[in-house]
């Protein structure tokens, strides 16, 4: 088993449409998790990141934690063309230089 | 413009040949990182410096060697290219741990014939 699981997807969905990424894990260890955008033939590039359990919202995007479920999730709100990209989950342990482990991303293509 | 910039963006070699890649951040971070993602998108890290010390060296041919020459810097080179080097090499960089994010390169993408 992979210690971060994601759907690869693709997903596609109708502009404006709201859209649920997710992530599952199985390292209880994990504190820190973060969202990366992945534009084709790019970086990736950070969205967003939070620390153990709870909500952050950052614009359109909303990132929430469940560790009692080893659940993550990115919502898009009123989602655009210009986010079709691959979406990369991505945790971390805290304490000490520990390796950040990435989810293989979702294809997420957003039609006009 | 701050970034991580890597050289080249592109690469084509023969089997057996040895190449380097080169990695710069000039955002002012003490932690730089080599990521390889195959084909399927999967992200791999090779190997983390921080301020020039070797702090993750994950189980890579020795084939790879990377070099910090200082904390901005970080290059890799690869020894006797095998066809299943082929890929695309990330570098990252971040302050301490990383563990509010990275700043990646754009890629170097390397194809071995």
């Known amino acids: 088993q992979k210690e971060v699981e994601q759907d690869p997807g693709p997903l596609s969905v109708p502009e404006g449409a709201i859209v649920s990424l997710n992530c599952t894990y199985s390292?209880?260890?994990?504190?820190?998790f973060m969202w990366y955008r992945q534009y084709s033939r790019k970086g990736p590039e950070l969205l967003m990141y939070t620390y153990s359990s709870g909500n952050k919202e950052d614009g359109r995007f909303t990132a929430q934690v469940d560790k009692s479920s080893k659940y993550i999730s990115l919502f898009i709100r009123d989602s655009q063309p210009s986010d079709s990209a691959t979406y990369l989950c991505a945790m971390s342990h805290s304490g000490g230089y520990q390796k950040v482990t990435f989810g293989t991303g979702t294809k997420l293509q957003v039609i006009p | 413009d701050t970034a991580v910039s890597q050289t080249p963006k592109y690469l084509v070699t023969q089997m057996g040949n040895d190449k380097s890649i080169k990695c710069e951040q000039n955002?002012?971070?003490?932690?730089m990182y080599w990521y390889k993602q195959d084909s399927k998108k999967f992200l791999k890290i090779m190997f983390s410096?921080?301020?020039?010390?070797?702090?993750i060296n994950e189980t890579v041919p020795n084939r790879f060697s990377p070099k910090s020459p200082d904390k901005a810097h970080l290059n890799l080179h690869i020894n006797s290219l095998e066809l299943g080097d082929s890929a695309v090499y990330f570098c990252?960089?971040?302050?301490?741990?990383?563990?509010?994010?990275?700043?990646f390169g754009s890629g170097t993408r390397l194809t071995v014939v």
């Open positions: 410096y921080n301020n020039k010390e070797l702090i």
């Open positions: 990252a960089s971040s302050q301490g741990k990383g563990a509010h994010g990275y700043t």
């Open positions: 390292n209880s260890a994990f504190q820190y």
């Open positions: 955002l002012g971070h003490d932690t």
